[in-house]
């Protein structure tokens, strides 16, 4: 028997599993797909709050998440997680909000910095998460805390009440019909994968609501390109006018770019959700205790671990 169930594979649900199991809980994941067929496992995977809110809890839980992210930096083989320079363009440091003061090596680059068509920039040092192997990780470290995951697909949050007092709702995208939860939509990411040609800082320059942007990561073994926005669509196929558009803006900043060779094609549907991330607890079926925790939009990792720890206090 669990005292929780956990229903989410993606970053979210297991590391909200992991915060659970560590501090004592039986936990069980439940989750339609395994880790690598969740949107979390096509994210980039850079560390900044992008499309999401409320602005007031936001900038809490990606500082916790931070400070974690830069203790599992040690072990960048085993984590996924590296720290990397890299430039976040249209950006002026007054217009940042209060975490920022915490962030490391920040500072607003000089115009001789800036690469051709960049007005403004500030230059720092972030997590870049190498995601197949953060879940795989993520995975393993639940394994070690006595807790599994179990692939398996459900229709109501009512049948994980009838098996456990304590459900936590971490379904993303999914939440819009299990909950349901019509403030949910899929935000449509898609990137293209490239042999990396010497690139080892990534690039983003990306406003809130625009439909296109552009960034690039460089993760072992490839270099990730990106990307799209497009809110509302809902299908995962590939668009190669995309595809083609999204190399061409990354090349304008790094023209090795345009020559490198594409070795995949990835689309991901962010979960945003109108009134911003669903962090709360109450009363489920048969006097369960329900907490939502859904919602992240394209900061899961950003925001991952503190909200996770948060949703670990109201399971009581």
Known sequence: MSDVIVVGGGV??????????????????????PAPATPSAVAGALWWPYRI??????????????????????????TGVRLVDGMQA?????????????????????????????????????????MPVHLAWLRSRLAAAGSAVEIRGIVSLDE??????????????????????????????QLVLV????????????????????????Q???????GTADEGCWSLAPDPAAAAAIVGRCARIRPEIADAKVIGHRVGLRP?????????????????RLVHNYGHGG?????????ARAAADLAG
Do not use: H
Not at 161 to 188: E, F, K, S, W
Not at 205 to 215: K, V
Not at 220 to 226: D, E, I, N
Not at 275 to 286: C, D, I, M, Q, W
């Open 220 to 226: 072992p073994g490839r270099l990730v390109l990106g």
């Open 299 to 307: 900061a899961g990792v950003t925001v991952a671990w503190g909200c």
């Open 12 to 33: 979210i649900g297991l590391t909200t599993a992991v915060v659970l199991a560590e501090r004592g809980r039986r936990v069980r994941v439940w989750t339609r797909d």
């Open 53 to 78: 809110e409320p602005e007031a809890l936001v900038g809490d839980w990606s500082l916790d998440s931070l400070r974690v992210y830069e203790e599992l930096a040690s072990q960048p083989e085993t």
């Open 272 to 288: 945003v959700r109108t009134s911003g991330v669903r962090l709360e607890a109450g009363t489920g079926p048969s006097g369960s």
């Open 160 to 189: 994980a009440a009838a098996r456990a007092p304590v459900v936590v709702n971490c379904t993303g995208i999914g939440a819009r019909d299990l909950v349901p939860d019509d403030g949910v939509t899929p935000v449509r990411g």
């Open 90 to 130: 249209g950006v002026m440091l007054d217009e940042l909000g209060w975490w920022a003061r915490d962030l490391p090596k920040l500072r607003q680059l000089a115009p001789d910095e800036l690469p051709a068509g960049c007005s403004s920039a500030v230059g720092l040092r972030l997590p870049l998460i190498d």
């Open 195 to 218: 042999e990396n040609p010497g690139v080892d800082t990534w690039f983003v320059a990306a406003e809130g609501t625009a439909t296109t942007a552009t960034y690039f990561f460089p």
